[in-house]
Nanobody, 122 residues
Framework: VQLQASGGGLVQPGGSLKLSCAAS????????MGWFRQAPGKEREFVAT????????YYADSVKGRFTISRDSAENTLFLQMNNLRPEDTAVYYC????????????????WGQGTQVTVSS
C-alpha cells in the first residue's frame, strides 16, 4: 500500500487549501483513513479520520468547523478541505490508513504517506 499526499503550500491566514491523498491498492469498508500533522518540535497529532465504509467522520477540536475530511471511494482518494486557516495550522500533514479501524491514535495506523507541508503566514 502506498499513500501519496499532495496539495500543501503557503497560504495567508484565513485562506483555504485542499489536500489530497491517493492510495494504491484497495481500501475496504472496515478501514479508516485519516490526516495527522506534525509541527516543528512537536509530536504528530490527529486531525481528522473517516470510516471508509459509511463515511462517519471524526475531528480534533482544534479543526472542528474549519476542516472537512472526505473520500472518493471510486478513485480511492482521501481529501482534507481546510478553511479559515490559522498560523497554528502550520505543519507537515500526513495521510494514513488503518486496517484495524483506528480513529485518533497514530499507533493504530498501518500505512503512512510522505507528508505535505502547509504553511500559514502573512
Amino acid at each position: 500500500v502506498q499513500l501519496q499526499a499532495s496539495g500543501g503550500g503557503l497560504v495567508q491566514p484565513g485562506g483555504s487549501l485542499k489536500l489530497s491523498c491517493a492510495a494504491s491498492g484497495r481500501t475496504y469498508s472496515s478501514h479508516t483513513m485519516g490526516w495527522f500533522r506534525q509541527a516543528p518540535g512537536k509530536e504528530r497529532e490527529f486531525v481528522a479520520t473517516i470510516r471508509w465504509g459509511g463515511g462517519r467522520t471524526y475531528y480534533a477540536d482544534s479543526v472542528k468547523g474549519r476542516f472537512t475530511i472526505s473520500r472518493d471511494s471510486a478513485e480511492n482518494t482521501l481529501f482534507l478541505q481546510m478553511n479559515n486557516l490559522r498560523p497554528e495550522d502550520t505543519a507537515v500533514y500526513y495521510c494514513a490508513r488503518s486496517n484495524r479501524g483506528a480513529i485518533t491514535g497514530t499507533a493504530g495506523f498501518d500505512y503512512w504517506g510522505q507528508g505535505t507541508q502547509v504553511t500559514v503566514s502573512s
